[in-house]
């Protein structure tokens, strides 16, 4: 139903007003191109998602924000493949993104302890500073008062 005639004839044997049967055709061909919009939009982002690889995906920010159990089986396998993690065979989804979830943690707590060990480090060598300065600053004092 493209062209005047047919929406004409439309409405007249339905008794519909031609004004509705024109918006009605407008619509449903919005329809149509929203759907081929996104199949468009979903077949490019499969696309994308088929060509990341392990360094492309920021781990512990999925992690973080909890998106680790929306992520396909296909990307929990290739994190497990790359970080050489065990899983048991046939495992389920929900115990891959177990075993990634965990494995991540226990980096973070591992990045977390070494920032501490440095802060600590650094605070160490600060004090032996601090120490030299009031050292300094005595032997000033004693100078000055003898």
């Known amino acids: 139903m493209n062209d005047d005639d047919d929406v004409e004839e439309f409405s007249k044997k339905y ?3 031609k004004r509705l049967v024109t ?3 407008e619509h449903l061909r919005e329809l149509e191109r929203r ?4 199949e468009d939009n979903r ?13 492309n995906y920021n781990w512990k ?14 990307v929990l396998d290739m994190y497990i493949s790359m970080r050489n993690l065990k899983q048991s065979k046939g495992a389920l989804k929900q115990e891959k993104v177990d075993i990634v979830s965990l494995d991540i943690a226990k ?16 605070n160490d060598q600060d004090s032996g500073d601090d120490d030299v ?8 004092y004693y100078l000055m008062h003898v």
């Open 23 to 25: 918006q009605y055709l």
């Open 107 to 122: 980096s973070l707590v591992l990045d977390n302890r070494q920032l501490s060990d440095d802060d600590r480090d650094s």
């Open 133 to 140: 300065v009031v050292q300094e600053i005595g032997m000033m």
């Open 43 to 55: 077949k490019r982002a499969n696309l994308e998602e088929k060509r990341k690889t392990f360094e």
């Open 15 to 17: 008794v519909v007003e």
């Open 61 to 74: 920010a999925i992690y973080r924000e909890g998106k680790i159990k929306k992520l396909k089986v296909v």
């Open 35 to 38: 759907k081929k919009k996104r």
